[in-house]
């Protein structure tokens, strides 16, 4: 069962991934302003952190704890 805490945490970042649905990454990528001309890989995912405000980091931990994801 999700907790209330996790909903209430979720409920913005769906929010954001709802105005995004049916966009691509490119559409989302200049959105937001990205300036890369060659994309390498993995970054589809630094765009999808750009879109939910998420720090963009090397680190081994869930980039949303609140989740664990």
């Given at each position: 069962m999700i907790s209330s805490r996790v909903i209430e945490y979720l409920n913005p970042l769906f929010e954001i991934i709802t105005k995004s649905k049916g966009k691509t990454i490119g559409q989302i990528k200049d959105e937001l302003n990205?300036?890369?001309?060659?994309?390498?890989?993995?970054?589809?995912?630094?765009?999808?952190?750009?879109?939910?405000?998420?720090?963009?980091?090397?680190?081994d931990e869930a980039d949303i704890p609140e989740i664990g994801c």
């Open positions: 990205i300036e890369r001309s060659k994309m390498v890989k993995g970054a589809s995912g630094l765009i999808v952190e750009n879109l939910l405000g998420i720090e963009n980091n090397n680190r």
